[in-house]
């Protein structure tokens, strides 16, 4: 059936607003136009007509209703400028981490071994490798169907990355000396699940997301440990945290002796990196 793109926004909108707040569903309408139709924002102001909706776009909504998030339905998300296959096997990559890779960016220069703990869809280590072209840049993971992403994704986009299958919570870990360690580990508790919405808690890979309420600091235990082992000396350690425990890993990372640890606040001004310098 014949529709104006405003009018087909609408409705649009109006289906979606029983699952998502106003905005979001707004911004995911936009989403799915530009992805099916073709169609940018400011298309809407015309009164072009879509004469046929495409059975797929029906079919994205309909699996947007159902709370399944719109990078899992398209197969892609942006990040740090260029798009990245996604899938259930790995965490939809987040505009938080995105600073993370500027902050690294910004702080060094010149020939750099670096390794990705936690690779998920190796958007860290990609874009560094892709934005970096001095750097050596090693990603790690423990899911054998995360690291087929990452590596598609490194052939996609012409990134040269090494990839190693491993956990990260291993007493050690199969590489070398390195200057920059960095992950965006788990770090969601078990108790936060109450507070998440649907999209992600029942969509997104646990894996990658949560860490047991008595164990808050699971992940950044193993991490400063193996910026003990590979870090070189005066190499850097730089992880994503949760927002609640800013300080506490900032704590950790004194008490095994990294220095000059700082925190970093995200641009919604919540505590986001914490990174130091081995000794």
């Not at 910026?227 to 945290?241: N, Q, R």
């Not at 927002?243 to 925190?263: H, I, Q, T, Y």
């Amino acid at each position: 059936m014949a529709a104006t793109l405003k009018a087909l926004h609408s409705q649009y909108k109006a289906e979606l607003s029983g699952t998502y707040p106003a905005e979001e569903a707004e911004s995911l309408v936009y989403w799915l136009m530009e992805a099916y139709l073709g169609v940018k924002k400011r298309d809407l102001l015309s009164q072009k007509v879509v004469e046929s909706i495409p059975s797929a776009m029906e079919q994205a909504l309909e699996k947007l209703k159902s709370g399944l998030p719109i990078q899992y339905i398209l197969g892609k998300a942006p990040f740090y400028g260029r798009e990245f296959l996604v899938s259930p096997e790995v965490l939809i990559p987040r505009q938080e981490t995105e600073e993370l890779v500027h902050l690294i960016l910004k702080n060094h220069s010149g020939k750099k071994q670096v390794l990705d703990l936690g690779t998920g869809s190796g958007c860290i280590a990609i874009s560094l490798a892709l934005e970096w072209n001095e750097a050596s840049v090693t990603a790690l993971d423990i899911s054998g169907e995360a690291l087929a992403i990452a590596q598609k994704n490194a052939s996609d986009l012409g990134a040269t990355v090494d990839f190693v299958k491993a956990d990260m919570l291993s007493d050690s870990l199969p590489v070398g000396e390195v200057d920059i360690l960095v992950s965006n580990p788990p770090y969601v508790t078990e108790q936060e699940k109450t507070f998440m919405r649907p999209n992600v808690l029942e969509h997104e890979p646990h894996l990658a997301l949560f860490v047991p309420d008595t164990d808050p600091l699971l992940y950044y235990k193993s991490l400063v440990r193996h910026a003990g082992s590979h870090l070189v000396k005066g190499g850097f350690l730089y992880v994503e945290v949760n927002e609640k425990f800013g300080p506490e890993v900032a704590s950790l990372m004194e008490a095994n002796d990294l220095k000059e640890v700082r925190v970093y606040r995200d641009l919604q001004g919540k505590d986001r990196i914490v990174w130091g310098r081995g000794s």
